[in-house]
């Protein structure tokens, strides 16, 4: 999750200061195992791709973890959804995406 994550989420599940400014620990600290995940030239291909999914899911719990039951219920339909566009970008056997505007 990078700065601009932090700002739509504080907007979408409508976060007090104090979420804001744990949300925001738990992203720096994501991402700096994530860094060292990709810097360790011992792990490789799917072992490393495994790390890297482990950190966003141990973050994303982290976050829930934080919110009241109405924003957890706001957070999960908006991981349904990402997980969503994942999955068409990927091929997935959802419809194909709209062509774009022209």
């Known amino acids: 999750m990078r700065g601009n994550q932090v ?4 907007k ?3 976060l ?3 979420q804001v400014t744990q949300v925001k620990a738990i992203d720096e600290d994501a991402m700096k195992q994530s ?4 810097e360790d030239t011992s ?6 791709r495994a790390k ?3 950190i966003h899911k141990a973050s994303q719990d982290k976050i829930r973890a934080l919110l009241t039951d ?3 219920t706001k957070f999960d339909a908006l991981q349904t959804q990402m997980r969503e566009r994942r ?3 990927g091929g997935g056997d959802g419809p194909p995406p709209p062509p774009p505007p022209q």
């Open 70 to 72: 109405d924003q957890k």
């Open 35 to 38: 860094k060292a995940v990709r």
């Open 7 to 10: 700002e739509f989420l504080t």
């Open 16 to 18: 007090t200061p104090d």
């Open 87 to 89: 999955g068409n970008r």
């Open 43 to 48: 792990v490789a291909g799917p072992d490393k």
């Open 52 to 54: 890297m999914m482990d």
């Open 12 to 14: 979408k599940l409508d």
